[in-house]
């Protein structure tokens, strides 16, 4: 392990004697759904650039705030598949209230199918044809904002990849963890379910074992901290249960996936909230740079337990811990010669999912493209779960 001066923010304070109640659940919705954009659209501003380039453009320490930037920093395929997913859920279980039931893979396959043509990619003409929705008249959405090929060519082949029957059968990008966060926000759900309903979606554009596994542990991770747990106990729980109890009975956990997630937790738990944490450089030759699925997933959970205040199941103390926190996770995820929207989006979706919407910084947000249309994803996805 190793620092460099100036590369990295300083930690966020320790935690005092008090703590703040617990979110409410629409407040987490609202949280990781902001906060997994912000992260995202600060990191899209630096996605393919080296450390190197982003210290030459920003200085030693990096892309710390949105202020750096010279124009607005629009959100990626990440937040606009994050919407989707939300969407094909939110439509499942407007099914289910009225008494109907649904395939809810298919609904999300539909979901996804109807962004394929916001990508000026050609819908097969063999697919189903939905009615539009909400989602599909928001005209932000429809912008081409360097989607994963594998999203791509899964969803334009016309078929409904599965597990046993997968398109891309060796992709593991991780276009399958970056939209995987609202599966862990429909409350009520065992976490086999939320495992299953994750890792079938997966499936449909990614068929390498590693993929479906990383998004369902993320999903995992997400639906713990939505039901209060702390954010290590939630990591150490998503991984044990993918060790055993959530995969299919033929299935056993791919070994990258988990020496990843373990190395994430190693790593992190060695001085977490010290401000001596790895180097850019390091984090990517420790965990990778985050273009596969269990790398995102892995720098992800690093930046986010390495900058925690404290440990502990409480949500930490205050508004004003809690955005430091956010700012000091979201800077790690950022600055590193890697996939810095996909790890700083994921990043992002698991402190909004544990600390709700108040460690959401209020410049970043004022900066957020279209922050309207994912407060409404997230109002429609609260109100049909009664949150």
Request: hydrophobic share 45%; aromatic share 8%; proline share 5%.
């Given at each position: 392990m190793s620092t460099e001066p100036g590369t990295t923010p300083a930690p966020a304070p320790a935690p005092g004697l008090s703590h703040s109640p617990a979110p409410a659940h629409g407040s987490r919705i609202h949280g990781c759904l902001l906060g997994g954009a912000l992260g995202d659209s600060l990191g899209y501003a630096v996605e393919f650039?080296?450390?190197?380039?982003?210290?030459?453009?920003?200085?030693?320490?990096?892309?710390?705030?949105?202020?750096?930037?010279?124009?607005?920093?629009?959100?990626?395929d990440d937040t606009q598949m994050t919407l989707y997913t939300a969407d094909g859920l939110l439509e499942a279980l407007e099914w289910a209230n009225d008494g109907v039931s649904a395939d809810i893979n298919a609904c999300l396959w539909l979901a996804y199918l109807r962004w394929l043509g916001t990508q000026g990619v050609a819908v097969p003409a063999s697919a189903p044809v939905q009615p539009p929705r909400w989602i599909d008249g928001q005209d932000v959405l429809k912008n081409r904002r360097a989607p994963g090929n594998a999203c791509l060519s899964g969803l334009a082949t016309g078929e409904m990849g599965t597990v046993k029957r997968p398109v891309n059968p060796e992709s593991k990008g991780c276009g399958t963890v970056m939209r995987s966060a609202p599966f862990g926000l429909i409350p009520h759900l065992e976490p086999e379910t939320v495992y299953k309903l994750?890792?079938?979606?997966?499936?449909?554009?990614?068929?390498?074992?590693?993929?479906?596994?990383?998004?369902?542990?993320?999903?995992?991770?997400?639906?713990?901290l939505a039901t209060g747990r702390g954010l290590r106990e939630a990591a150490e729980s998503a991984l044990g249960q993918l060790r055993g109890g959530v995969l299919r009975r033929d299935e056993g956990p791919d070994a990258d996936v988990v020496a990843r997630l373990e190395a994430a937790l190693r790593l992190a738990g060695d001085r977490p909230g010290s401000g001596d944490w790895l180097s850019p450089e390091d984090l990517v030759r420790e965990l990778g740079e985050g273009w596969v699925a269990e790398e995102a997933l892995a720098v992800a959970l690093y930046a986010v337990l390495a900058t925690a205040p404290g440990t502990g199941t409480e949500t930490a103390t205050g508004a004003g811990a809690a955005e430091a926190h956010f700012r000091a996770a979201i800077a790690v995820a950022v600055n590193h010669s890697g996939d810095s929207d996909s790890t700083a989006s994921i990043a992002g979706n698991i402190l909004g999912a544990y600390y709700g919407e108040q460690c959401l910084p209020a410049g970043w947000l004022a900066a957020l493209e279209a922050p309207e249309v994912i407060r409404g994803m997230a109002s429609r996805l609260a109100a049909v779960t009664g949150s």
């Open positions: 650039d080296s450390i190197s380039a982003i210290r030459a453009r920003f200085g030693p320490a990096g892309l710390q705030d949105f202020s750096a930037l010279d124009a607005a920093s629009p959100f990626s994750s890792s079938d979606a997966a499936s449909l554009t990614h068929g390498h074992p590693a993929a479906r596994q990383s998004a369902g542990v993320f999903s995992l991770v997400i639906h713990a």
